[in-house]
């Protein structure tokens, strides 16, 4: 059984996006674990993904953003299908996901996806070029899968706060002691853009760069770059310039 796993920050987006889409899946046993957040009970995503492992009884778990829509009836079939079989021919590969960038200087056929996102939706070009399979250093934490003994060994770190990269420092994590994440060629329709980052996002990015100083790159499906001076100034940069893009909302809009 395959046990969904969704925050619900806004009840209205889900009954629109994810909860019909979930509901019309056919052909495989599911259950649906909704974590009520709309009255910001959790104040992270690690607590809130955490009440949710606790709660699920699948043998494979899918963690999706509630603004997800599953184009066919047959999505989580085929998904879980296929992540299957590609396991079986290599067990290395432990967490599946729908898009995500390869660990190497970034361009962009680095970043595999066939997924489509904002309103109206865009697809962005797809990378796959005939494989069916592609190993990546972090997937986006929109929709991906893992079995439930795998989460339960690795967990998710309590090092970093808030809702951002809690996800890619997993996959960062796992390749670290032998374990691989892989974006496999479904597709699906995500409202959000995945272009909103707020100061959150780039502490979180500094803090899981020194605890995992090996890497050479870092990244993401919103961020990307090799790790040298420049790209931990970077980081700093949007941190400061939002500071004072709120600092400015706060104090000057307000008096307008």
């Known amino acids: 059984m395959v046990s969904i796993i969704t925050v619900v920050n806004n009840k209205e987006i889900y009954d629109e996006w994810l909860g ?22 959790f104040d992270s995503l690690r607590k ?22 599953f184009m066919q009836s047959d999505f989580l079939r ?9 396991q079986a021919e290599d067990p290395s590969i432990q967490l599946f996901g729908v898009a995500g960038v390869e660990e190497k200087e970034f361009r962009i ?7 489509e996102h904002g309103v109206p939706p865009i ?12 190993t990546v ?16 060994k690795y967990g998710f770190t309590d090092k970093l706060e808030g809702f951002h990269l809690i996800v890619e420092e997993l996959c960062v994590r796992m390749k670290e002691s032998g374990s691989f994440c892989a974006v496999l060629p479904v597709k699906l329709w995500h409202r959000s853009s995945g272009a909103s980052l707020d100061r959150r996002y780039f502490l979180n990015a500094i803090k899981l760069i020194k605890m995992h100083p090996g890497m050479k790159y870092f990244n993401t499906t919103t961020m990307h770059g090799n790790i040298g001076l420049y790209y931990k100034l970077k980081l700093r940069y949007y941190i400061v310039r939002h500071e004072l893009t709120s600092f400015h909302e706060k104090h000057f809009k307000k008096s307008s």
């Open 20 to 41: 019909p889409s979930v509901a019309a899946q056919e052909g495989i046993d599911f259950e649906t674990v909704c974590i009520d957040n709309t009255g910001s009970e």
């Open 48 to 69: 809130a993904y955490n009440k949710g492992l606790e709660r699920a009884k699948g043998d494979w778990l899918m963690f999706v953003h509630p603004d997800v829509r």
């Open 78 to 86: 085929g998904f879980i299908g296929l992540a299957e079989k590609k």
């Open 109 to 115: 056929e680095n970043y595999i996806s066939r997924i």
């Open 123 to 134: 697809m962005i070009p797809d990378h796959f070029n005939g494989r069916d399979c592609v």
């Open 137 to 152: 250093q972090t997937v986006d934490a929109c929709c991906f899968i893992i079995r439930k003994e795998t989460l339960e």
